[in-house]
């Protein structure tokens, strides 16, 4: 309520992370099963006229709050900027532990690929208008699509980087920077390395270079 509210902006608790999923009010409080959860548009304007800097966290979930409902949920953030630093697009993970609860589909190569399209429409909407990217797609929706990883310099600050955003980027630049200053030489040595499986590819790609 506006009493947790209110100690985040009494305390300067900024830039702060706020999972959105939804701003349609009836999605929102379906998503989250509280039905005062559709309030959430009244609580970032709150925030952000307090001058409170906010990064929005959308865990997309196909049929639910993707497409119509996603590009709504864009819309409404965006108008929050420039206290709305970025919106992160983060797929539902699943797991095979769902006895009972909603169903839920996950992303193919299809449909990851269609919200990268959708979700780069609006970086380049938001770029000619004002300077930022603003949304981005999680590393997953990228490797599932077989999609090339944008550049380092796309995701700017990496306002979302622990949520997966970018962070494969990251990883690369620093891995180039790190193996043009470092000398060839024999190692006499076995190394395993330990990854999901969702990053698999990516860092048997890099072991090789290496």
Not at 36 to 43: C, E, H, P, T, V
Request: with cysteine.
């Amino acid at each position: 309520g506006y009493k947790d509210l209110d100690r985040i902006i009494n305390y300067r608790l900024s830039p702060i992370n706020v999972s959105v999923h939804a701003t349609d009010p009836e999605v929102r409080a379906m998503m989250l099963n509280n039905r005062n959860a559709g309030k959430i548009l009244d609580y970032i304007k709150y925030l952000t006229d307090a001058g409170i800097q906010v990064n929005a966290q959308i865990v997309l979930c196909p049929g639910i709050n993707d497409g119509e409902v996603l590009d709504r949920t864009i819309t409404d953030l965006a108008k929050f900027y420039p206290n709305l630093l970025s919106i992160a697009i983060v797929p539902v993970g699943l797991s095979k532990h769902r006895e009972g609860l909603y169903k839920l589909e996950g992303f193919n190569k299809e449909t990851a690929k269609a919200v990268i399209e959708q979700v780069e429409a609006w970086q380049k909407k938001f770029k000619a208008e004002t300077g930022s990217n603003m949304v981005f797609c999680a590393d997953e929706f990228y490797v599932k699509s077989e999609t090339p990883i944008p550049e380092y310099d796309r995701y700017e600050d990496f306002d979302q980087l622990e949520d997966g955003i970018g962070l494969l980027a990251y990883f690369t630049n620093n891995f180039k920077n790190e193996l043009a200053r470092t000398e060839p030489r024999p190692i006499n040595k076995t190394v395993s390395i330990a990854t999901g499986k969702c990053a698999y590819k990516f860092m048997r790609e890099k072991a090789d270079i290496l």
